[in-house]
């Protein structure tokens, strides 16, 4: 059984603000620019890269559409998990002292996440786009290790902000 923990819902600055419109317009452009892109796709695209960058799947240009769905289904349902930050794993005891500092954090840390995630699926959509029309057969090398880095540093970041004193 969890302790019990102060329902709160932190004070959005206007970084947070910023950061939540950035993410409905990130996903948004998404949206529209596979809705855009769709007609001048091939019929068979990548949909799969390995760790090196180099297609191993293809399917049909439809699938183009699994990444703004998943990004949408993600963003969503982090925007709807943000409004329960009593609900989350901490690495820290939350007591009613450390509540609105730690759920800031926490809440900060989805908010980044989400917009993290929305621009790396249409990187990874632009990236299958430009691949299936030049007919290039990798990505670079370097977007796995970026992509990778970009989590666990938003990740990173924050929790070492949780834990600290400051």
Known sequence: MKPYRPKLQPTLTPTDKAA????????????????????????????????GGKADAFGDKTSIFGLPVIASVLYVGLTVLN??????????????????????????????????????FAVIAYSTIAVANTKSPQLSEWFFPITMAIIFGIVGYFLTKSISKA
Request: aromatic share 16%.
């Open 83 to 120: 409004r329960f930050p009593h609900l989350y794993n901490f690495a820290v005891e939350i007591t009613p002292e450390n509540a609105v500092r730690q759920y800031t954090i926490a809440t900060r840390m989805i908010r980044w996440l989400k917009l993290g995630v929305v621009i790396l």
């Open 20 to 51: 939540e419109i950035a993410g409905w317009v990130t996903l948004s452009l998404f949206w529209c620019y596979i809705l855009l892109s769709y007609k001048n796709l091939p019929e068979v695209i990548p949909t799969h890269f390995g760790a």
